[in-house]
């Protein structure tokens, strides 16, 4: 890609979020007022904790089926 | 450990010498540099427009930055075979994505650090004084850069570059606009089909905007401590996650 | 003492899409390399040589069978502590320079920090690039490339070494000196794993042979075990009638006809049948000679 086109590319890449945020960041301003965010990232961090969890066991699951079935 | 230092020195190298690293570090620095041209406002209404345009050119150069690096690290190594000397070595597939990811988030910072270099050089100059929360915006607004950085480099494990590319980028922006517009979307949806869909995405995209202290800055808001607190902890959990995520998959991927 | 590489029914099949179906790259294969010796990996193109080295170094898991680098799995990252690796036509980044990219691979293969630049510079030396240790690697040549690839493989002091085409883009000053390290490398007790398409480098350099045709071995020893091919007695003669060539040929040998002699090829128990039948004609012998087949004959047999 020539220079020109990855500064333009750069600038539209920018630009384009740019009205969008704006918008968005005027609406929400203190977030840290809105419960919301609060129990989102709760939400998440729980879900994340159970999904690696989860895949734990199932990884463990797994191994010990593949390693009765080696030894038969 | 060495092994995730030594890639991600590596990738520091490589990234601090590409084109893309230099052209949107000075772009933005010529955005913050010209934000001095806004005299028809009185100063005071000056100095907080400056704030509000310089933390958004923070957040979108660091997160334009973190995007661009990050996709392409991986896919690059992969399709130009770089990267068989190197997992020819004794480091797990985790260590090579984990430091990459390092390496690619040390870039950012470096960029993000010029930009908050100019960024106070301007606000001295208008108030003569330094905000006491500044520190804890950048801080957060690199946080939330270093989210962005983590999905880009998970997803390039996964696609190509120009695709990690498209995916974070959509993924960033919904990620920003979250709560307000895809909440609305689960609220408004009549089918369970959707719903469910939309809950999907919602609880699996990050929550940008609760790194986003830019008002607190420019209007001197108070932001709870334990808030502070709750979205950092949030923050690295989500890196760490995506990043395990990542590097699983990377695990068992033939090269 | 476990071997420094041993293969047991190794398997790689690639998929290729619904309706491609798959591709059996390596089917079966069972090798075992014994210690300190340069051990030759052989095959024509699409033969499994370089799938089978990627499943040593764990770039790709085998469909079936498991392999093992000195009792080790290869399956763990730890394994390849002991490893040194030479990728074909090596590739580095460009930005990078030779001496970076060495102590790059040392500080990876877990050489103390006092030592990285010493070692590295040693091993610079002995691939003979170290004029070139500060010249980014974009502006180097294939051939130099090719020596960083090898200087970055041996720092670290590995006891296996896996070389994929070592000799490539290589001038012949370039292959002499790599051959003489390789064998230097031997004496000093290292395996080396050689995959190579230049017969007449594996003929000069290897102790044993594995010749992959198709995903599977067929032919595993000595250069000399695997050539095989019985000795042939090569008898020149300045000429012949047709009546004595039908005899040679009722005798069992070849008889070819040469600008400037006819040549009779026998097996060693009939030469003295021959004899006898070119001393009746009164033949005049020009020379004899014992041949063996060479390894590229062996090769064409084995593989083509």
């Known amino acids: 890609m020539r220079p020109i086109t990855r500064v333009i590319s750069s600038i539209a890449l920018i630009a384009v979020p740019a009205g969008v945020l704006a918008h968005g960041a005027e609406e929400l301003g203190h977030h840290w007022d809105v419960p919301a965010y609060r129990a989102e990232m709760r939400l998440q961090i729980v879900l994340m904790i159970a999904v690696c969890l989860v895949a734990i066991a199932a990884r463990w699951v797994l191994g010990a089926c593949r390693r009765r079935r080696a030894r038969q | 450990m060495s092994g995730i230092w030594i890639i991600a020195k590596m990738s520091l190298l490589e990234n601090s010498r590409k084109q893309v690293f230099h052209v949107l570090c000075l772009l933005m620095l010529a955005v913050i540099g010209s934000s001095t041209l806004l005299t028809i406002f009185t100063e005071g209404v000056q100095i907080k427009i400056l704030k509000d345009l310089c933390m958004t050119c923070i957040l979108f150069g660091g997160a334009a930055l973190a995007i661009a690096l990050g996709a392409t690290g991986i896919p690059n190594d992969v399709e130009s075979r770089t990267i068989h000397p190197l997992i020819a070595r004794p480091i797990t597939r985790t260590q090579y994505v984990v430091g990459k990811y390092i390496g690619t988030l040390i870039t950012v910072a470096l960029g993000v650090a010029a930009m908050t270099a100019a960024f106070a050089v301007l606000i001295y100059g208008y108030q003569h004084s330094f905000d006491s929360f500044l520190g804890i915006a950048i801080l957060f607004t690199l946080l939330e850069v270093a989210v962005v950085a983590a999905i880009a480099t998970t997803i390039s494990a996964f696609v190509s570059p120009a695709i990690a590319t498209v995916v974070t980028f959509m993924a960033y922006l919904a990620g920003t606009i979250k709560i307000g517009y895809i909440g609305g979307l689960i609220e408004r949806s009549q089918s369970g089909v959707s719903k469910a869909i939309y809950s999907l995405i919602y609880h699996a995209l990050p929550n940008l905007e609760s790194f986003n202290f830019k008002t607190s800055l420019v209007h001197h808001d108070v932001v709870p401590a334990s808030y502070l607190w709750q979205v950092a902890i949030y923050g690295l959990c989500y890196i760490a996650f995506v990043l395990v995520v990542g590097a699983s998959y990377f695990s068992s991927r033939e090269v | ?304």
């Open chain 3, 1 to 304: 003492m476990d071997h420094p590489i041993r293969t047991e029914n190794l398997r790689k099949v690639y998929k290729l899409g619904r309706r491609k179906g798959t591709r059996t790259a390596v089917d079966d294969l069972s090798i075992e390399v014994p210690h300190g010796v340069v051990f030759g990996f052989l095959g024509p193109n699409g033969a499994g040589k370089t799938t089978t080295i990627k499943m040593l170094l764990d770039f790709v898991r085998p469909t079936s069978g498991n392999a093992t680098i000195f009792g080790k799995p290869t399956t763990q990252a730890s394994t390849r502590r002991l490893v040194g690796y030479l990728p074909e036509q090596p590739y580095f980044h460009k930005f990078l320079r030779p001496v970076e990219v060495v102590c790059m691979h040392a500080a990876l293969a877990g050489v103390d920090k006092r030592d990285i630049r010493r070692l590295a510079a040693a091993a610079l030396e002995r691939t003979g690039i170290s004029e070139y240790a500060d010249t980014p690697i974009g502006k180097l040549s294939k051939g130099l490339t090719q020596r960083v690839g090898i200087a970055q493989a041996i720092v670290g002091d590995p006891k296996l070494l896996i070389l994929d085409e070592p000799t490539s883009g290589l001038d012949p000053i370039g292959r002499r000196h790599t051959r003489d390290l390789i064998l230097q490398l031997r004496d000093e007790g290292k395996t080396i794993f050689l995959s190579s398409h230049l017969l007449s480098e594996v003929e000069n350099t290897c102790d044993t042979i594995a010749v992959l045709k198709r995903g599977r071995l067929v032919a595993y020893g000595t250069p000399d075990q695997v050539r095989g091919g019985d000795q042939k007695v090569t008898i020149q003669v300045a000429a012949l009638d047709k009546q004595t060539k039908e005899s040679l040929r009722f005798a069992g040998a070849d008889v070819e006809e040469r600008p400037t002699a006819i040549s009779i090829s026998v097996l060693p128990e009939s030469v003295y049948d021959v004899m006898r039948v070119l001393e009746k004609a009164g033949a005049s012998i020009v020379r004899i000679q014992t041949e063996r087949e060479s390894l590229e004959e062996a090769f064409l047999r084995l593989a083509a």
